[in-house]
């Protein structure tokens, strides 16, 4: 995902993604929540690359991998547009390799439950 990120590319969001993998954001750009699927997350990788910007200076961390025999959780987070925000993916290791089968982010600095 990072990779795709820092490039706006969708042909390698499209590879390194399952067809049907969805996009959970919460708290990203000012928006509560959204949802999108990989073929609208991949057309807005398009405009924004086709306007010639790009992410190569975010900085990505892994922060936890969890594999199992075909599925696997991975926690990353990285700081975009000078915001932290986490990363939790699901993958799937499929025939050609490990495969996304779902991604959630958002900044986890927004949306805490009030001091009681």
């Known amino acids: 995902m990072g990779w795709a990120h820092a490039a706006y590319d969708p042909a390698l969001l499209a590879s390194s993604h ?3 993998c969805t996009y959970s954001r919460v708290h990203v750009e000012g928006v509560p ?3 999108v699927s990989l073929s609208e997350a991949a057309a807005g990788y398009a405009a924004r ?3 010639g910007e790009t992410d190569r ?3 990505w961390r892994v922060l936890l ?3 199992s025999d075909r599925i696997a959780a991975a926690k ?7 915001v ?3 990363d939790h993916l699901l993958l799937l290791r499929t025939a050609s390799g ?3 089968a779902a991604a959630a982010w958002g900044d986890p600095s927004r949306g805490k439950a009030p001091a009681r």
Not at 76 to 82: A, K, N, S, W
């Open 18 to 20: 399952l067809p049907d």
């Open 49 to 51: 690359r086709d306007r």
């Open 84 to 86: 932290r925000h986490v």
């Open 57 to 59: 200076n975010s900085r």
């Open 65 to 67: 991998v969890a594999p």
């Open 76 to 82: 990353l987070d990285v700081v975009y547009r000078g």
């Open 33 to 35: 929540y959204a949802r």
């Open 98 to 100: 490990w495969r996304i």
